[in-house]
């Protein structure tokens, strides 16, 4: 079946701008998780959706970053006033649900968008 | 709060050997899940092998498995018969339920280079 896809591949933008990020989940997978990664370094943790829960935005870095989700299907990530430090490549994220399984708590990973900020 | 430490920032091995990748991870979680990912030049994560804390059986997949030491908190890969293609990152990391949180956490990763 179809993976984890992400929009677009790469985006480049200028300082103080708005960027916007999307994640298409694996069909059926109720968890959605977003993670930057800069250049040569792990990954950071951003914002974590579970169904119908509120979602965790205990690693959103500060209110320049949101999310969204529409029910179990696309997330958005949007980047407001775009700053040099945000250039780094956001990795989108999903897991069937949450559980201690390796059948549900897999991740797939998407290909991932690179921003480059100028 | 979870932690996950890899030390070994670059690894060598030959070709058709076997390598050990080390992973330690510190969480006060009972119930919790351990993953390797790789991740080759083109920037890929590519899922590798999972361990759940309440596995008593080490995890394999083909030729990864997981040297799961719950006491020492350890969760180390090994791959045997390294082939060319094994080179890349490979990340370390851990799921628990810390505060009912789900959060995720990566090691730094460790870089894999397989010589001919």
């Known amino acids: 079946g179809a993976g984890v896809s992400q929009s677009p591949s790469n985006k480049v933008t200028e300082k103080g701008k708005d960027v916007e990020l999307r994640c298409d989940p694996i069909?059926?997978?109720?968890?959605l998780y977003w993670y930057r990664q800069r250049l040569g370094q792990g990954l950071e943790f951003l914002i974590y959706?579970?169904?119908?829960?509120?979602?965790?935005k205990s690693g959103l870095p500060s209110d320049r970053f949101s999310a969204e989700r529409t029910g179990e299907s696309v997330s958005t990530l949007t980047i407001q006033r775009t700053q040099q430090e945000d250039s780094a490549v956001y990795l989108c994220?999903?897991?069937?649900?949450?559980?201690?399984?390796?059948?549900?708590?897999?991740?797939?990973f998407g290909p991932g968008t690179r921003l480059t900020v100028l | 709060a979870q932690k996950i430490t890899q030390t070994q920032p670059g690894m060598f091995v030959q070709e058709k050997e076997a390598v050990t990748l080390d992973c330690t991870y510190d969480?006060?979680?009972?119930?919790?899940?351990l993953f390797w990912y790789k991740q080759p030049s083109s920037g890929e994560m590519i899922f590798l092998i999972y361990?759940?804390?309440?596995?008593?059986q080490n995890a394999t997949e083909g030729r990864y498995s997981l040297n799961f030491q719950k006491a020492r908190k350890s969760a180390n890969l090994v791959i045997s018969a390294s082939q060319l293609g094994d080179s890349a990152m490979y990340f370390c990391?851990?799921?628990?339920?810390?505060?009912?949180?789900?959060?995720?956490?990566f090691g730094r990763g460790t870089s894999l280079i397989v010589h001919p």
């Open positions: 069909s059926g997978h109720t968890a």
């Open positions: 969480t006060s979680d009972q119930s919790y899940g």
């Open positions: 959706f579970q169904g119908n829960s509120a979602p965790d």
């Open positions: 361990q759940g804390s309440y596995d008593e």
């Open positions: 990391a851990m799921r628990g339920t810390t505060g009912g949180s789900y959060i995720p956490t």
């Open positions: 994220a999903s897991s069937l649900r949450t559980g201690f399984t390796a059948a549900t708590d897999t991740q797939y």
